[in-house]
């Protein structure tokens, strides 16, 4: 119980304050509340975290406007919180992280085949298909598209080389434990309520980008980086660059071992140009090579080489 009261306290700190009010106000709720704890301590110890709790309870019980709100949503639905935290995971899939990585994107000499791991809904999968304002400079939706776009905004540092064209992609696949399909009613649900509640904007820029999935439908394959990788890049087009990328997705592979074989395949894959947006803590030894460590935000690294801080929800690239 106290290990899980300090992870909360820790999300409170580190990744709600300043993004969530609600959030931050759950989770020190959460961090000295022995009933919430004892919920979670029920659970197996991958199930536990906040992102997954909040969303099932706000999937369940709605979005509670207060700590008694929340207390009674626990009380009232444990059951079906608990259901829910055991059958999903966390798979938020945010597009506006694509304005951070359009910048590497548009930079490798194209045509690209693009391959997406952890790529949860596809939705990272159409960066040529979205609008891009990066303050300085913005970038318009193509216009091939009827329906509405949406246009990520990015504050990007002064030396952020930034495209004036949106890369030339001829072929795209994802791969992911379990693809999410949107439409599917209770996936696309479950991605709403993944996004935090006082994030409206992120709302619906996600909504949109779901119909444009929904038309475009990328291809997703359900198996598991560390196994399943190379076979996709097996089928990619003999005369595209392959370009394998993923954000927020590694911290999901606990052993660091692990990531550190999956880096090295990445590396030695001389057909392979290597995306990796992540976390600091994730490779270390890249966030080492970066200079001053910024915990709050994810490093961008292109074959192993830090390029760019960027924020997690792709609102800000700080190019290094
Ligand atoms: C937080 S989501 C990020 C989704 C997307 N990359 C984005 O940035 O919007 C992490 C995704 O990685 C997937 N994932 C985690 N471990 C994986 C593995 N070993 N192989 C394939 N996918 C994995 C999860 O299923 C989930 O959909």
């Known amino acids: 119980m106290e290990a899980i009261a300090e992870r909360y306290q820790r999300f409170a700190r580190s990744e709600a304050a300043g993004r969530s009010v609600l959030y931050e106000t759950m ?7 022995p009933d919430a704890l004892t919920f979670l301590s029920r659970l197996p110890g991958d199930r536990q975290q906040p992102n997954l709790l909040f969303a099932a309870l706000r999937l369940i019980a709605g979005t509670p406007a207060s700590v008694s709100e929340f207390d009674h949503a626990i009380e009232e639905h444990a059951e079906a919180i608990a259901e ?22 548009a930079r490798i000499e194209g045509p690209l085949a693009l391959i997406e791991v952890g790529a949860s809904a ?20 193509p216009t091939r598209s009827a329906l509405a776009v949406p246009v990520f905004q990015c504050n990007a540092s002064e030396n952020t ?11 795209r696949a994802g791969l992911d434990l379990n693809p999410l399909d949107v439409s599917n009613d209770e996936d696309v649900a479950w991605l709403e309520t993944l996004v935090w509640p006082e994030h409206h904007e ?17 291809r997703v394959v359900a198996g598991d980086l560390r196994q399943d990788l190379h076979a996709l890049i097996a089928e990619a087009p003999g005369d595209a660059t392959v370009v394998v990328f993923h954000t927020a997705v590694l911290s999901y592979v606990v052993d660091q071992s692990d990531r550190d074989a999956f880096a090295a395949g990445m590396i030695d894959d001389a057909r392979v140009i290597w995306l990796c947006n992540e ?9 080492e090579a970066a200079g001053p460590v910024h915990e709050e935000m994810f490093l961008l690294a292109v074959d192993g080489q830090p390029v760019a801080w960027t924020g997690p929800h792709g609102q800000e690239i700080r190019w290094i």
């Open 122 to 141: 596809g939705l990272c999968l159409l960066p040529d298909f979205y609008g891009y304002d990066w303050g300085r400079q913005r970038l318009a939706p």
């Open 27 to 33: 989770a020190q709720h959460v961090a000295g509340s």
């Open 161 to 171: 080389p930034l495209p004036l064209q949106h890369p030339e992609i001829i072929w």
């Open 84 to 105: 829910v935290m055991l059958t999903r995971t966390t798979q938020t899939n945010e597009p506006g992280r694509c304005a951070a990585l359009l910048p590497s994107l």
């Open 202 to 218: 992120r709302l619906a820029r996600l909504r949109k980008a779901i119909e444009i999935v929904r038309t475009e439908r990328p």
């Open 279 to 287: 976390g600091p803590r994730t490779f270390p030894r890249f966030a």
